[in-house]
């Protein structure tokens, strides 16, 4: 299976040769963006690529829109995540914390020699949140004269999520209503029909109880002590409507960001 890389894109940095994008890197206000995603297993319907898919995707999608306005590229995926939790599945391939970290610091280290004067992660996995976290403290540290910045794009359905889900809290944990919709909107044939329900159980109320209702307190469990399929949520409520619904409005709050990125980034 490959990854989608929007290599078909002018938006994409692999697609370009390297004077192009000195040059798009050379003017104020440049954003380089790096999808993050995972190779985790996502239940018995999703590829084990899907979050590398959904960032990429989306962090593709909402460059375009904004190309004409703001010198931007978006590099290829990074899709090793953090996922030592999926592991008793199998169809897992994780890294250590540290090695990951290193990993996105070498990255940003080499792609910031291009003059570009703002960097965002676009996260895919809520298990690279705090690795996100940690990059973007040490690679700012070391490039006080570029802006480094993370964010996990479904974070930003919070304001919009509720005028398009079905299911009920819990419904739209990992491979659920709302990643199972999205998929069905951007790779239908990726996704298979065992489709079954497994409502999130966290047995303390201050956990996270759903993809989108994160609590203040950290737990942490293998994932199959949470579910036998693998997914957590409702994936039979998935539809590609949703995912359109959901892939439209992450786009347009992605797309806000950028154009704010680009604002603070540039000369008065």
Do not use: C
């Not at 960032?55 to 904004?66: C, F, G, I, L, W």
């Not at 819990?170 to 790779?187: C, D, N, P, Q, V």
């Amino acid at each position: 299976m490959v990854v989608q890389t929007g290599l078909d894109s002018d938006v994409s940095l692999a697609a370009n040769p390297f004077p192009k994008i000195a040059e798009i890197a050379s003017q104020e206000g440049s954003i380089v963006v790096i999808p993050v995603g995972s190779v985790e297993q996502h239940g018995n319907h999703l590829p084990v690529a899907t979050d590398s898919i959904l960032a990429s995707a989306v962090a593709t999608a909402s460059a375009e829109d904004v190309a004409d306005e703001i010198p931007l590229l978006v590099a290829p995926p990074v899709w090793t995540g953090y996922s030592p939790h999926h592991l008793p599945f199998g169809g897992t391939m994780t890294g250590e914390f540290n090695t990951l970290t290193d990993l996105l610091e070498q990255i940003s280290d080499a792609v910031l020699e291009n003059g570009f004067d703002a960097l965002l992660f676009v996260n895919g996995h809520g298990g690279n949140t705090a690795l996100i976290d940690a990059a973007v403290s040490t690679i700012g540290h070391a490039h006080p004269n570029a802006e480094i910045l993370g964010i996990t794009y479904f974070d930003l359905a919070r304001s919009f999520i509720d005028d398009i889900r079905e299911s009920k809290t819990g419904g739209m944990a990992h491979g659920g209503e709302f990643e199972t919709s999205l998929m069905l909107h951007l790779r239908p044939g990726l996704v298979g029909d065992d489709r079954s329900a497994e409502y999130w159980d966290e047995q303390y109320d201050l956990g996270g109880q759903d993809l989108l209702e994160g609590g203040p307190l950290s737990v942490y469990r293998s994932f199959n002590e949470y579910s036998e399929s693998g997914a957590i949520g409702d994936p039979s409520l998935a539809s590609a409507e949703k995912g359109k619904a959901i892939f439209d409005g992450v786009r347009s709050e992605l797309t806000t960001l950028f154009s704010d990125i680009h604002r603070a980034n540039s000369a008065d």
